[in-house]
């Protein structure tokens, strides 16, 4: 999408990134049940500083900085809200229980192993690893110099692959 045009039609800027930014406030340590309302805060200052967006990096870079300042106040306040709703989830699919199952503790076990990265590293773990940017752009969405980015990501793989052997270990232990 152009900038000009992400500028006049907010709409159209939200369906092109929401999903984005929902998966990487989850990346962040922001649980499910408040990544909604987080990535509605993302997007309401999206929309707010959009006219000062510059264009140096890409939106979706510009977005994520954005979703990792918000991820980092998420943490440091006290109170998180839960939703609870009567409402069966749309878009319910044919795969089985334990495909739900293992697609479930996989996500739990990268959730895990994130958490023992500091901020720094896990912003670059996750662009990087999961949302697949270069690491021009992650660098510049976290605001440091590339080397540093990829010594981030360097010391991030180490941590995360420590966790989930510890965490495999763990498992297989009577």
Known sequence: MELQAARTDARALFRE????????????????RDADDVCQEVFLVVHRKLPEFEGRSTLRTWIYGICVRS???YRRRAVHREIATEDVPEGRTERGQDD???DKQARALLDTALDTLDDDKRAVFVLFEIE???MAD???????PLQTAYSRLHAARDKVQSALRRSTLE???P
Do not use: Y
């Open 171 to 173: 498992r297989r232990l």
């Open 132 to 134: 697949q940017l270069s």
């Open 138 to 144: 992650v660098a510049e969405a976290v605001g440091c």
């Open 71 to 73: 991820a980092s106040a």
């Open 100 to 102: 739900e199952l293992a």
């Open 17 to 32: 990134h929401a999903a984005f930014a929902w998966r990487a406030l989850r990346r962040l340590g922001v649980p499910e």
